[in-house]
């Protein structure tokens, strides 16, 4: 038996055991061609990558090491005797292949894929290739059945209330962070909603990155119930409750590769929505030349997918269509949302006036569903609850029971202003490159990295004049977003008549 090392190292999720080359219990040249091995302890087996060390300051001659995540996973102490084993391929990788072959899966074949998936046993290539082929091409059917296998391996909520609501944006817009002013909103109003969000993908923040710079949000699936139970509703990281585990995998893996399909996109929302144990859910298509839709034809293919599988697993979807030709709010990332999200909740008068009535026209649509309303009046009633600041105190209330953020996060200190280069009027805003700026900012790993924007469509603007500051937290990430704003400001400026 060689006794278990921890190491200190990263390996983003995946596990990773480290063997000495001069181990004196097992042959690491026997292992080195297999690309896993089984660590084998109390019956049980964790799957992991192996490397061989040279360094005995790393890993002993009876040790085993294992990465940060490996360990636990394994729930062990150090010293705790294993053994290793060569790991036999998962049998679901000849599906994979089929796959790879252009095959359609059957939903026992894609329910093999994302459970292994699930318990770690596909490599990132592995993952890769899965989500390479099947952005390909996959069929409605297995978009089905990867809904329904993500929600399986995770943890499944159920409320005592008969009625609970969600939203989701399908994003691409910067800034559109109207999740957070419309989950106070029905909490007020006594309609809960259990929101879950991933992390951001290729945008520069999600609800999560942005709802932690005031609160906690890697809550406990008891955690996140009892908030819900107390204040009507939470804003919490889905990751963190087990809520379709394999797709935060798949999402590890789709952010470097910016792989966001239609079919994809709808499994990956509505087995999230599945496991949350949602019955009412609005979903956000923006729509604009630069967003993740660009036209309405678009948007109307996404729209049936939705409404699909919505019908296929017993959930009321409502789909609407937003405009989407420029960011929302003026702030982008993390600390800059969150900062125009609690303008429009505390009711300043300067708060961003697009994003307070997008919220409003949501929460409404979501209102609606309650039946002791009168149709058409869930506007009003939103409107009412945020003007008279019972919106406000709802989300102090979420804050308080999820954990307040203790510490004091503050926007980049590293600025610059990025000036119009003519007198005109703005005619456009390319929201995908503002993103990726944003992104370059390092947003949404530093909180207050992004962009903070003066102008929007249809401002006039003088040569000189500010369009927007670059926030930023380390130098060489100000450097590439300065060089990347030289290049492009993002902005169409037209001349004034």
């Not at 084993?85 to 998962?90: Q, V």
């Not at 600025?415 to 007198?423: E, I, M, R, S, Y």
Request: with cysteine.
């Amino acid at each position: 038996m060689l006794k278990l090392k921890r190491i200190a190292i990263d390996t983003y999720g995946e596990n990773v055991a480290f063997l000495a080359r001069n181990c004196i219990i097992y042959r690491p040249e026997e292992y080195q061609a297999f690309k896993k091995i089984e660590v084998v302890y109390q019956g049980n087996i964790l799957l992991a990558s192996l490397l061989i060390v040279d360094d005995e300051n790393i890993v002993g001659a009876n040790e085993l090491g294992l990465s940060e995540q490996a360990f636990a996973r394994i729930g062990l102490s150090e010293n705790d005797p294993v053994s290793i084993a060569p790991a036999e391929p998962p049998r679901s990788l000849d599906h994979l292949r089929k796959k790879i072959h252009g095959h359609t899966l059957d939903a026992p074949q894609i329910e093999e894929i994302i459970s292994d998936i699930a318990s770690h046993r596909y490599s990132e290539m592995e993952i890769a290739a899965f989500l390479v082929s099947s952005a390909g091409f996959m069929t409605t059917t297995e978009m089905l059945a990867l809904t329904r296998a993500m929600a399986k391996v995770g943890n499944q909520l159920t409320w005592p209330a008969p009625i609970m609501v969600d939203k989701h944006c399908i994003g691409g817009i910067p800034g559109n962070r109207t999740s957070m002013i419309v989950v106070p909103i029905l909490a007020a109003h006594g309609l809960p909603i259990a929101k879950t969000s991933s992390r951001a993908i290729t945008s520069p923040a999600g609800t999560a990155d942005t709802m932690e710079v005031l609160a906690r949000v890697d809550l406990s699936m008891h955690e996140m119930q009892k908030v819900v139970n107390d204040c009507g509703g939470c804003l919490v990281w889905g990751g963190h409750v087990n809520l379709s585990p394999a797709d935060d995998i798949l999402i590890s893996v789709e952010r470097p590769l910016s792989i966001d399909t239609r079919e994809q996109m709808v499994a990956s929302i509505m087995s999230k929505k599945m496991s949350a144990g949602s019955t009412h859910l609005l979903i956000d298509i923006p729509i604009g030349p630069t967003a993740k839709v660009r036209g309405h034809g678009d948007a109307m293919r996404l729209r049936k997918l939705f409404e699909y599988v919505g019908r296929e697993i017993g959930l009321h979807v409502e789909v609407i269509q937003t405009e989407g030709i420029q960011p929302i709010g003026r702030g982008i990332g993390p600390v800059l949302e969150a900062r125009d999200v609690m303008a429009v909740l505390s009711g300043n008068h300067d708060a961003p006036a697009d994003l307070r009535e997008k919220s409003l026209q949501l929460a409404g649509a979501l209102l609606e569903a309650d039946p002791a309303l009168e149709g058409g009046s869930g506007y009003a009633r939103a409107r009412h609850l945020l003007e008279s600041g019972e919106a406000l105190a709802a989300m102090n209330r979420i804050i308080d029971a999820q954990g307040r953020q203790t510490e004091a996060f503050c926007s980049g200190k590293l600025t610059d202003d990025v000036l119009a280069p003519k007198t005109g009027t703005i005619t456009a805003i390319d929201c995908f490159r503002i993103s990726r700026m944003a992104r370059l900012a390092g947003a949404p790993m530093d909180k207050g990295a992004g962009i903070d924007l003066f102008k929007k469509v249809g401002d006039v603007v003088e040569i000189g004049e500010p369009l927007y500051r670059i926030h930023a937290c380390f130098q060489s990430d100000f450097k590439f977003t300065k060089a990347f704003a030289d290049e492009a400001t993002g902005y169409q400026i037209g001349n004034n008549l």
